[in-house]
T-cell receptor, first 113, second 113 residues
Framework: DAGVIQSPRHEVTEMGQEVTLRCKPI?????LFWYRQTMMRGLELLIY????????DSGMPEDRFSAKMPNASFSTLKIQPSEPRDSAVYFC???????????FGQGTRLTVV | KQEVTQIPAALSVPEGENLVLNCSFT??????LQWFRQDPGKGLTSLLL?????REQTSGRLNASLDKSSGRSTLYIAASQPGDSATYLC????????????FGTGTRLKVLA
């Protein structure tokens, strides 16, 4: 398996624009996680899914953020409208479930100007 | 609420030294504890996974221990090399009514040649 695949790797957008980040988890993994990493706050869990269903979105900072998982092989994180403070690296991770490890993608570096 | 702390925040050592990185967590109800390495601008690479029933795991020059009762894990790096320079993150995989990986803020390690 190619691992967790995220796209794009880098995104630069203007304030107010809509941004969509994409993730393909490892095949067969039942859990998918979205994290945000900043210098100030480290790695924060935004939301996670189990079998395509959102389970805990308590980390989603505002209504401007939304995440979907329409099927087992694809998830999106959308920010609309984007703001400069959303600039961060966004990671997607997946896990098979049970007491197992999490596997991370390479991340999307988002810059909002 | 699970909180994970890592000390020191940064560490600089000469090549060849043995060193210990610390990770503390507040809730002992965990599936496991995972150590990651992150190089600048890169994703997270899993180093070691310790199940809650285990005391330690070893991989090459790395040894990770877990003491659930005291809420502590350590990552021991033997005979450090400049190539070990990176940020090391620990993550507690929590059980309590959820399925989250909660991260510490990391230890930034620099090994001097």
């Amino acid at each position: 398996d190619a691992g967790v695949i995220q796209s794009p790797r880098h995104e630069v957008t203007e304030m107010g624009q809509e941004v969509t980040l994409r993730c393909k988890p490892i095949s067969g993994h039942d859990y998918l996680f979205w994290y945000r990493q900043t210098m100030m706050r480290g790695l924060e869990l935004l939301i996670y899914f189990n079998n395509n269903v959102p389970i805990d979105d308590s980390g989603m900072p505002e209504d401007r953020f939304s995440a979907k998982m329409p099927n087992a092989s694809f998830s999106t994180l959308k920010i609309q409208p984007s703001e400069p403070r959303d600039s961060a690296v966004y990671f997607c991770a997946s896990s098979p479930g049970g007491s197992t490890e999490a596997f991370f993608g390479q991340g999307t570096r988002l810059t909002v100007v | 609420k699970q909180e994970v702390t890592q000390i020191p925040a940064a560490l600089s050592v000469p090549e060849g030294e043995n060193l210990v990185l610390n990770c503390s967590f507040t809730d002992s109800a965990i599936y496991n504890l995972q150590w990651f390495r992150q190089d600048p601008g890169k994703g997270l690479t899993s180093l070691l996974l310790i199940q809650s029933s285990q005391r330690e795991q070893t991989s090459g020059r790395l040894n990770a221990s877990l003491d659930k009762s005291s809420g502590r894990s350590t990552l021991y790096i033997a005979a450090s090399q400049p190539g070990d320079s990176a940020t090391y993150l620990c993550a507690a995989h929590v059980i309590s009514g959820t399925y989250k990986y909660i991260f510490g803020t990391g230890t930034r390690l620099k090994v001097l040649a």
